[in-house]
């Protein structure tokens, strides 16, 4: 009962922290301006966005869990992790941080047996592959900007990326500097490896390869969905910039990164264009990333319960 009115009092907090941030934008712009841009806006784009955004999020997204599933034992069909992956989705409405994701691990463990160590292994490494295609993207973009940094910056770092997945004396490093960090820290560490070493080096090629798409498909979608408002802006600018709205978006401060994301877009590009095609870009890149994927998996969260409140004998 406890858990559940704290998190009843988490959700409240960030569903007004988001309010607090869209009432403070909506005093700063032109409602006028804005309700006109959405509506001028170019539907064969949005709808582009929307087609991609579901083969991402909810097709593509679930066929890589079932790799790595499958790399670590637990052999599932695709059919199966569609509709326990998709059935989740809504549930990081109330459960901030990821922590929905463990939900995941517990229908594994209860359903088809898997220790759950090893089911939360299997999405710390999906989590992990996220954030290594993210960086590589960023790098990459950056390296494309007209910065002083030196290009050899950029690219070694995503050297260092490629070493890191395929190379076991770059994961035994990894493993010895967390032991003398912290021991949890060495704990994790040790565990996440130790479901990597299962994965064959063809197998990791392709899970890198789905999650640069996976990753790509919401910097291409944000492209996108600003040329759909009118805004037109190099494609670089947003793989350099994007990774930053996504950090703070983690933040378990707002409900679905609705609000910050809107204010990052403002303030971040307001070289580019008025506050009204900002917010609205910002909005449209909500809707499509975030809201769509949660109303999918409305239609899928009551299987998923009741198969995850059920034990498998």
Not at 43 to 67: D, H, M, P, Q, Y
Not at 74 to 91: A, D, H, K, N
Not at 164 to 193: D, G
Not at 259 to 275: C, D, M, N, P, Q
Request: proline share 4%; aromatic share 16%; hydrophobic share 55%.
């Amino acid at each position: 009962m406890k858990i559940l009115k704290s998190r009843l009092v988490q959700f409240t907090v960030t569903v007004g922290v988001s309010l607090l941030i869209f009432s403070f934008l909506f005093s700063k712009i032109n409602v006028e301006e804005l309700i006109s841009v959405m509506y001028r806006s170019n539907l064969k784009l949005i709808l582009l966005t929307v087609v991609i955004s579901l083969l991402a999020n909810i097709f593509l997204g679930a066929e890589r869990w079932r790799r790595i599933l499958q790399a670590l034992g637990c052999p599932l069909s695709y059919r199966e992790v569609f509709y326990i992956r998709t059935g989740c989705i809504p549930l990081k409405i109330v459960f901030p941080m990821k922590s929905s994701e463990l939900f995941k691990a517990l229908y594994l463990y209860r359903r088809r047996k898997l220790p759950f160590a090893q089911g939360v292994s299997s999405l710390i490494l999906e989590k992990v592959l996220n954030v290594l295609a993210t960086l590589g993207i960023f790098l990459f973009g950056l390296s494309s900007l007209d910065l002083k940094i030196h290009p050899f910056i950029p690219i070694g770092g995503i050297f260092i990326i490629i070493f890191f997945l395929f190379s076991s004396k770059m994961r035994e490093f990894c493993i010895i500097f967390s032991k003398i960090v912290h021991p949890k820290l060495y704990k994790f560490i040790l565990q996440l490896f130790s479901s990597f070493e299962y994965i064959s080096p063809r197998e990791k090629g392709i899970l890198i390869f789905y999650s640069l798409w996976y990753q790509f498909s919401e910097f291409f979608n944000t492209y996108i969905l600003f040329r759909a408002v009118g805004i037109e802006i190099s494609f670089f600018l947003i793989l350099a910039l994007v990774p930053l709205i996504m950090i703070v978006n983690n933040l378990p401060i707002t409900i679905l990164g609705l609000g910050t994301r809107e204010g990052l877009i403002v303030f971040l590009f307001a070289k580019y264009g008025t506050s009204g095609y900002l917010l609205s870009a910002g909005m449209l890149v909500s809707f499509v990333e975030h809201i769509l994927p949660v109303v999918i998996g409305l239609f899928f969260i009551k299987t998923f319960l009741i198969h995850l409140a059920l034990e498998k004998g």
